[in-house]
């Protein structure tokens, strides 16, 4: 189901138009956040994402160990 609701980037006001904010032309996005599984497909994506776009930034060992990666696949990069 597709949200009615849209809040506009740039001032933070709420609207029902889905193209642009009408009080100050900005873009508009959804203000829900996306349904929570304990069995996130996704999840490792999502924060090597925020990784790699510099969101968030941590040490190399621990964004391997979050990753997942071994020795020899961090050395590989």
């Known amino acids: 189901m597709d949200s009615i609701l849209r809040r506009c980037r740039n ?9 642009k904010c009408p009080y100050c032309g900005g873009d508009l996005e959804i203000p829900h956040p996306p349904k929570f ?4 497909k996704y999840g490792r994506y999502r924060l090597l994402m925020k990784i790699m776009s510099g969101k968030i930034k941590l040490d190399k060992s621990v964004i ?6 071994t020795s020899t696949d961090s050395k590989a990069q």
């Open 37 to 40: 599984s304990p069995e996130d």
């Open 64 to 69: 391997s160990a979050v990753l997942g990666l």
């Open 11 to 19: 001032c933070g006001r709420y609207t029902m138009r889905k193209d």
